[in-house]
């Protein structure tokens, strides 16, 4: 017989069981327990805080960095029928407020926040009457300094636990050194270590390293030899851009991406390149984290990534 979270699995999202360490998760974190799941991409990790979200009472709060994702994640979850809202840079004061107000007096589930909003006076100042179930924090690896991709605007998260210490923290992510991870815990508070982690063996993918004299020219004959869609990662916003236009020279549909870029910019070449209106995104290490698009075909390194850590990330898109 199925129990209260099978039963959320099939009803939202039809599958008929849990995969690998996701139900571990689950009953660590609706046990109360401080909860740090490892899990590669693709791993299936928003199953791990939106299952046990919607079997108890009050808002799960989910901290995230990525406003595509957030967008895309709501958008999924009212699609299912799920009371879910993201506050973002952008968003103007009286938007925030409503959507704050309705996570106090509402049935909203999910409420997606990126890190910076987080220190607001008004988000402070209404997160004190919100009632949270637990808080989720993705990409949990960018709160430590010694992991790859530092993020200051995430320490303001042990300042919002202090404020809501009843609500046991779930923290994600798909990559983390140990000593990344001793730090993730330290910083989040954990009242003890509580870590569970998925083998990080992808049997779907194969790493492959080309010798070569001429690295653009190999680039283009892969990307003219295989089909399906591709990143081609670069050390440098010049380089995406340059990149970029030599592969539209040769009629290989490609744009760029880089953190320097404005945020509707961002948004608008995620979106085309997912919709397959661009086939290769060049892109910098601002380009990555959260994106899911089934038929990737390849990831290429032309230049080197900044660590082990970093080539991994990149490479499980």
């Avoid at 009803?11 to 327990?33: A, H, V």
């Amino acid at each position: 017989m199925a129990d209260k979270y099978q039963e959320i699995l099939r009803t939202y999202w039809g599958y008929p069981d849990f995969r690998g360490i996701q139900r571990d998760i689950i009953e660590s974190i609706t046990s109360g327990k401080d909860t740090l799941g490892l899990m590669p991409t693709g791993g299936g990790k928003s199953i791990t805080f939106q299952v046990p979200a919607l079997s108890q009472e009050g808002v799960c709060i989910v901290v995230t960095p990525l406003i595509a994702l957030m967008k895309d994640q709501v958008q999924h979850l009212k699609e299912r029928g799920i009371l879910a809202e993201a506050i973002y840079t952008g968003l103007s004061r009286s938007e925030i407020i409503k959507i704050l107000e309705n996570c106090i007096f509402g049935d909203i589930k999910f409420l997606y926040v990126s890190p910076e909003r987080l220190a607001s006076e008004i988000f402070q100042t209404k997160l004190r009457h919100i009632k949270v179930s637990f808080i989720t924090v993705d990409e949990a690896h960018c709160i430590s300094q010694w992991g790859y991709d530092f993020r200051p605007s995430y320490l303001e998260i042990s300042k919002i636990r202090e404020m809501k210490p009843e609500a046991p923290i779930l923290a994600l992510t798909a990559t983390a050194t140990p000593s990344v991870v001793d730090d993730i815990q330290q910083q989040l508070h954990f009242a003890q270590p509580n870590v569970y982690k998925m083998s990080f063996a992808r049997k779907n993918l194969a790493y492959v390293v080309r010798e070569t004299a001429d690295k653009t020219q190999e680039m283009l004959h892969i990307l003219k030899c295989t089909e399906g869609s591709a990143i081609v990662y670069v050390r440098s916003r010049k380089r995406t851009k340059e990149v970029a236009l030599l592969l539209n020279q040769q009629n290989i549909s490609a744009t760029f991406y880089h953190a320097g870029l404005a945020p509707d910019v961002k948004d608008c070449r995620q979106k085309e390149w997912q919709a397959d209106e661009t086939r290769v995104m060049v892109a910098t290490n601002a380009f990555g984290m959260g994106i899911d698009k089934p038929d990737v075909r390849m990831v290429i390194h032309i230049d080197c990534p900044d660590s082990l850590e970093a080539y991994f990330q990149e490479a499980g898109r």
